[in-house]
């Protein structure tokens, strides 16, 4: 995966459900470099990171769609539906999410910098 495509996965219909995972998992692995001959597995955060962003995304959308915050005004804010308590949800998992995906970076980072690999190598 070049560092272009690493970001121009997320503007191609279809292909943003799985391709920037991908992307992720391969860097992942790729930093680890060679285990005892083989190459190291990827981590279960990764898969936990995709699948709360995309389920939070779907979840906060629809929300909206449904009309999460729609017509209220001034108190009624204190009486919020279903729609609102659903989108706080999928935002929550948005965060829940944007947190793992630092870990992971933190992660990449830290494995590239203990290994002797060069730039090639991982890309």
């Not at 995972?21 to 391969?26: A, P």
């Amino acid at each position: 995966h070049t560092p272009g495509w690493a970001i121009g996965w997320y503007f191609i219909p279809i292909a943003n459900l799985f391709k920037p995972y991908e992307v992720i998992r391969d860097t992942f692995i790729a930093s680890r470099g060679q285990v005892d001959g083989r190459y190291a597995k990827g981590d279960g955060a990764i898969v936990a990171w995709w699948m709360l962003h995309l389920i939070g995304v779907i979840v906060s959308s629809g929300a909206e769609r449904f009309g999460a915050f729609g017509g209220l005004e001034g108190d009624d804010y204190y009486f919020l539906g279903t729609s609102e308590w659903v989108w706080f949800a999928g935002i929550a998992m948005r965060l829940v999410s944007t947190a793992l995906f630092l870990k992971i970076l933190r992660t990449i980072y830290r494995d590239q910098i203990n290994h002797s690999q060069k730039e090639a190598e991982v890309f």
